[in-house]
């Protein structure tokens, strides 16, 4: 079965200092990996994903991810962090046996302090 | 460009009334997607579809029905509201049974039932 585990609920940095939102998932097969961010009243963006090629995934706005499958990890990190970073991020995954489904994380909110 | 756009973005409902909430994309993408998301949670999957006229339960169903008609349309229908369905609903859509896509959302239609 896939899931996804998004270890913080909440994560707090200083504007300026570097990001990590941690995210484990588990999968039967070969995942493909995500990483969307949602901004308050806002659908979900795609900041990045993970598909078999390169293991460190360069996305939008400066983020990226490492895939580790030893540690079946899909970490996203900025190495500073910008006021208008704030948000909920979710890690999703999907490999070929969930088909098209989609599962996702509960979410880690990011707070930036200025 | 639209992408995905949902209609209406909020609505009060009265316990027992029913409503459609209505979801179009511009993209010519073959799936469509609903979830719902509930404070503290990731999305479930309420239904799905893989092109016009074919559908599919996801991970929670139960209350909700949805039609495919054509490929750009995918509206849930909510018959008898409960409660239970306060939440925020996102339509996505993507282009290829391929899990190497990612998925498209809408901004999302904010339903309270009373």
């Known amino acids: 079965a896939q899931s996804v585990t998004q270890l913080d609920s909440h994560v707090s940095v200083s504007e300026g200092t570097p990001v990590l939102l941690r995210c484990n998932y588990s999968s039967s097969y070969s995942p493909s990996l995500f990483w969307y961010v949602q901004h308050p009243n806002k659908g979900l963006q795609l900041l990045l994903k993970y598909t078999s090629a390169a293991t460190l995934v360069k996305g939008i706005n400066g983020f990226e991810a490492e895939f580790k499958k030893s540690e079946t990890s899909f970490h996203l990190t900025k190495p500073s962090a910008h006021m208008s970073d704030a948000a909920e991020y979710f890690c999703v995954v999907s490999d070929s046996n969930t088909g098209n489904q989609f599962y996702f994380g509960t979410g880690t909110s990011l707070t930036v302090i200025p | 460009n639209a992408g995905v756009t949902q209609t209406p973005k909020f609505r009060i409902l009265k316990i027992g009334q029913s409503m459609t909430l209505q979801c179009a994309q511009d993209?010519?993408?073959?799936?469509m997607y609903w979830y719902r998301q509930d404070p503290g949670m990731g999305l479930k999957l309420i239904y799905y579809s893989v092109g016009a006229g074919i559908t599919d339960k996801g991970e929670v169903p139960n209350g909700y029905n949805v039609s495919r008609s054509t490929t750009e349309d995918f509206p849930l229908r909510l018959e008898l509201a409960a409660p239970s369905q306060t939440s925020v609903y996102f339509c996505?859509?993507?282009?290829?049974?391929?899990?190497?896509?990612?998925?498209?959302f809408g901004d999302g239609t904010r339903l309270s039932i009373l």
């Open positions: 996505a859509s993507s282009y290829l049974l391929n899990v190497n896509q990612p998925q498209h």
């Open positions: 993209m010519n993408h073959n799936y």
